[in-house]
């Protein structure tokens, strides 16, 4: 006992003065451009296990220096190939024609991603958003993170050789600036706006010979659903809180269960900020983002789910019969702005092209890819995205990591109005529930879409919540609410929100069912619909928590046992029916969508025995997902839904229909041509390859309704699935202890949390931080959390560094 606390304290003591084991490169100086008036910058950085680092600094410029200096140690590839992006500056070292990876805009090419970014730089947009005074603009913190951030990034390149074959030698990573960490703070503000519009934003000219042009509404309605729920197959989210009522020690308990990307610069990155005495908080960070987005502090745990609120909306522009550039707003005539972008192109002449703006936002003529708006000799369509405006989310974040409970969360989200496209789910350690869908909304009112609304917006808006305003009439615009941060935007009293419910869970339908004891609504169709069908993983979520509820003495091992139950709902529901409809089957046979006849009598055996989990050991379930996948939605069901029931309908697989046996006789086949037993274990066939290492992965897909939801790539030729492109990523269980006081915690209780980063800290394959963390997900294990001093400073794997500017 005697030698413990002495090597504490020791160890405490170093955390201050030591610097015999420093790098010989921390006394380099850095232009004064990135310091505080005070002087240089500074942090200590400890690292625990799996490369974690705890980040402890005397003020937020130092804290965003150490925070920059350890993701870029981390993600340095990751995040030059970013603000390449923000910078406007892809075509120049990539080519024009390639794709950039989706993380920072929907972007088909890098000329338009480009084009997008060079305009926003050369309007100074971020610029005025800085300028604004907090809480409309950011405060004064956020912007010392930034700057510091910024720093910090600069020292590690300037101080380390870049090891990680992405992008060692490469000239594209440079030095950033504040700027460019804030314009990548903008780009994720309007991820789901412009940045989802740059495409039809870059490509929108002026007609230039006479047409009428018009979508057709019910095909844009079906465009503008399809598009909106694309966004929880790319990137969902599951989180539930539950109340003190509910557990074993009348605290409140959290599972954060976010669904992110695998790959590119929109990962999460797992640390500890601490400023003592103003800021303790751990949890994970999106690259390039100096503010913890998702975790806990000593009495509060967070996390967010994609919302279903569509954060624009468009507004029907009647154009000049003799200038398709001027439009018409109550009969009087406004010219477009015009505005003219120049991008350097690689091994080419500079290219120069012209945007359109109106008082509403940028003409666009596509949004999304997917869903066409022309622009006519007599109409176009210009896009109002509130987020443009909105550089508050990391005061937002900086609102949570220094909250006492979830009633100051929900005090900030009020305050500083940040977030653009999530909810908030939080748990606190006096035993309280919170949800809220607190986002950044265009003010759209149902009475506004009634009486203003074009007879496209009165297709689209019920459908699918995308509003299309008749911009020729000044009393469409948007009005404000009195307690809005920014103008045109519902203000916080109008956020759907639930509070002390014993449980509070999300996984990205609307807000109705956030408990479906105590439904949410009353409120307008463009934050989500109410008594509609809900997603199989939302039923699935629902009957798992609420019989978790139900059952009580809830602890942090019930948290950890719901993220890898890997519980199939749709097998639940279907896979009996499927069994027995194949066995049924005359002779054993199935006619396939080509017409020939498949043997499936060995699938009727392996569908019947599968254990309906995704397991890494699970039989059948790879059958099973290839199968499900092949049957069309429209024909799955014979008991349709009903708003009475909505957790358990519809239901009863409909086996009589042509389409069942054609999916059964691909999925068999397909897994034969393959050469992959029908009745494998799952790990054998989805997997990631880390290194020289296969490591197989549990978990399914969108439609099965799996909480532990990942979406693999497909490659039979390779082995099944061979990869993941989106799935669990920061996941974070999270509770309090009230027999573990610590100081350093805040006090009694102490924090209790699990987590796990799913594809580890870093992407440099050299890292040894590359695939530990995604081993353990293999194996359904977890990290331990270090977040009280003592915990920290008991580390078997503790390594200091003192970073300096």
Not at 594 to 615: H, I, M, P, Q
């Amino acid at each position: 006992m005697r030698t413990r606390l002495r090597r504490t304290v020791v160890l405490a003591v170093a955390l201050f003065t030591a610097t015999s084991a420093l790098p010989a490169a921390v006394a380099e100086g850095q232009s004064s451009r990135h310091h505080p008036s005070h002087g240089g910058l500074s942090a200590t950085i400890r690292y625990t296990e799996y490369g974690i680092p705890h980040i402890v600094a005397k003020d937020y410029a130092d804290l965003g220096f150490g925070t920059g200096w350890a993701q870029a140690a981390d993600q340095v590839c990751t995040l030059a190939d970013g603000f390449v992006t923000v910078r406007g500056e892809r075509s120049r070292y990539f080519g024009p024609d390639t794709a950039p990876d989706s993380s920072l805009s929907s972007a088909a090419r890098n000329l338009s991603s480009d084009l997008y970014f060079r305009g926003v730089r050369e309007a100074g947009t971020v610029e005025r958003l800085l300028a604004e005074p907090a809480p409309r603009g950011p405060s004064r913190q956020a912007k010392d993170l930034m700057r510091g951030y910024a720093a910090g990034y600069n020292a590690w390149l300037r101080k380390n050789r870049v090891t990680d074959p992405a992008c060692k030698g490469a000239a594209w990573v440079r030095p950033v600036t504040a700027l460019d960490v804030a314009v990548r703070g903008f780009a994720l503000s309007v991820l789901g706006g412009q940045g989802r519009g740059v495409d039809g934003i870059t490509a929108a000219q002026p007609p230039t010979t006479a047409s009428t042009a018009a979508p057709d509404a019910q095909d844009t309605a079906r465009a503008a659903r399809e598009l909106l729920a694309a966004d929880t197959a790319d990137m969902g989210s599951n989180a539930v809180a539950f109340s003190g009522a509910t557990t074993a020690d009348g605290r409140g308990l959290l599972l954060g269960n976010p669904h992110y990307p695998w790959q590119g610069g929109r990962r999460f990155w797992q640390s500890q900020q601490t400023i003592p005495g103003e800021l303790n908080v751990s949890g994970g960070s999106l690259l390039g983002s100096a503010t913890i987005s998702i975790g806990h502090n000593a009495k509060v745990a967070w996390s967010h789910t994609v919302a279903t609120g569509v954060p624009v909306n468009l507004h029907q522009l009647t154009l000049d019969p003799a200038d398709p550039t001027t439009y018409l707003v109550d009969g009087t005539p406004e010219r477009m702005t015009r505005r003219t972008v120049t991008v350097q192109v690689k091994d080419g002449a500079p290219l120069t092209r012209t945007q359109w703006w109106t008082r509403y936002g940028p003409v666009i003529t596509s949004f999304g890819g997917s869903l066409p708006l022309p622009w006519s000799s007599t109409t176009a369509y210009a896009l109002n995205d509130p987020n443009a405006a909105n550089l508050r989310a990391s005061d937002t974040a900086l609102g949570f990591s220094k909250a006492r409970s979830t009633a100051q969360v929900l005090g900030s989200l009020r305050r500083t109005q940040g977030l653009p496209w999530v909810n908030t789910i939080a748990a606190d350690s006096g035993g309280h529930t919170l949800f809220t869908q607190s986002q950044v909304l265009p003010r759209i009112t149902d009475e506004l879409a009634q009486r203003c609304s074009t007879p496209l917006g009165k297709v689209t808006y019920p459908s699918a919540g995308l509003a299309i305003l008749d911009g020729a009439r000044g009393d469409c615009a948007l009005g404000s609410d009195p307690d809005a941060v920014q103008p045109g935007v519902f203000g916080p009293a109008r956020m759907p929100t639930l509070v002390d419910a014993p449980y509070a869970e999300n996984s990205n339908d609307s807000a109705w069912l956030a408990n479906a004891d105590r439904p949410l609504t009353g409120y307008e169709r463009v934050f989500g619909t109410i008594g509609t069908q809900r997603s199989l993983r939302t039923r699935g979520a629902i009957e798992d928590v609420s019989a978790m509820a139900e059952r009580g003495r809830l602890t942090v091992r019930d948290l950890q046992a719901q993220q890898f139950a890997n519980r199939v709902p749709a097998g639940d529901l279907a896979a009996a029916d499927a069994a027995k409809a194949c066995a049924a089957l005359p002779g054993g046979t199935a006619t396939g969508s080509d017409g020939k006849a498949v043997d499936v009598s060995e699938a009727c055996g392996v569908l019947a025995a599968w254990d309906r989990t995704v397991n890494t050991d699970s039989r059948g379930a790879l059958l099973f997902d290839r199968l499900w996948r092949k049957i069309p939605s429209a024909q799955l069901w014979k008991v349709p839904f009903s708003p009475a029931d909505p957790v358990r309908t519809p239901n009863t697989l409909n086996t009589d229909t042509p389409a069942f046996a054609a999916a059964l006789a691909g999925a068999v086949t397909e897994l034969r041509t393959a050469g992959i037993p029908l009745d494998s274990p799952l790990g054998d066939h989805q997997f990631v390859v880390r290194g020289d290492r296969r490591i197989p992965v549990s978990g399914g897909t969108e439609s099965l309704g799996v909480w532990n939801k990942v979406e693999p790539v497909w490659d039979p030729a390779h082995g099944g699935y061979t990869e993941v492109t989106t799935g669990s990523s920061y996941i974070q269980a999270v509770g309090w202890d009230g027999s573990l006081p610590h100081t350093s915690c805040g006090g009694t209780p102490s924090p209790v949390a699990r987590t796990l980063l799913s594809y580890s800290q870093s992407s440099n394959p050299n890292s040894p931080h590359f695939g530990d963390q995604t081993r353990l997900y293999s194996q359904e294990r977890w990290v331990r959390a270090r977040f009280c001093e003592k915990d920290i400073l008991s580390s078997p794997s503790l390594r200091m560094v003192r970073v300096r500017s």
